[in-house]
């Protein structure tokens, strides 16, 4: 079974959209929640349990470039929930996501490195597009 967790109600109804037209409905169950309060959710169950709740996250945070920080954010919580976890973050800030997801207590290696063309997608995006170097990372406790 697979969960998606997202805030956005337009995201998850395009979300739910494509499930239907590839008929993957029946597998994936769909949370309209802030990720960080699922996570709080999940810790609960860390206590009760002593396991984790998923075994492998998957992951495209935002970059924290509007909200510093916030990729890392995202990043803790995931890693808080799960055994492993794949994200993307932004090639430039590889040094810092690899040392602070180390100090943390996690095994980190960098699995890909890729390009990624960013459509204009907000009002803040002064450009059509951008290409962004980014590295697929792999988390594992």
């Known amino acids: ?57 998957v992951m495209n945070p935002p ?9 890392m954010k995202f990043l803790r919580t995931a890693v808080e929930m799960a055994n492993v976890v794949y994200s993307l973050h932004k090639t430039s800030t590889r040094e810092f996501v690899v040392n602070t997801t180390e100090k943390w207590g996690y095994k980190v290696d960098v699995i890909a490195e890729l390009r990624y063309d960013l459509p204009k997608s907000y009002k803040f995006h002064k450009k059509q597009s951008k290409d962004i170097e980014v590295d697929l990372i792999r988390v594992e406790a």
């Open 1 to 57: 079974m697979v969960t998606g967790v997202e805030v956005d109600s337009n995201a998850l109804r395009i979300c739910l959209e494509n499930l239907e037209t590839t008929e993957m409905l029946d597998f994936v169950e769909l949370v309209h929640m802030d990720v960080f309060q699922y996570g709080l959710q999940m810790k609960r169950h860390l206590k009760k349990t002593g396991e984790k709740f998923f075994d492998t996250v």
């Open 63 to 71: 970059f924290g470039t509007k909200k510093k920080g916030l990729d």
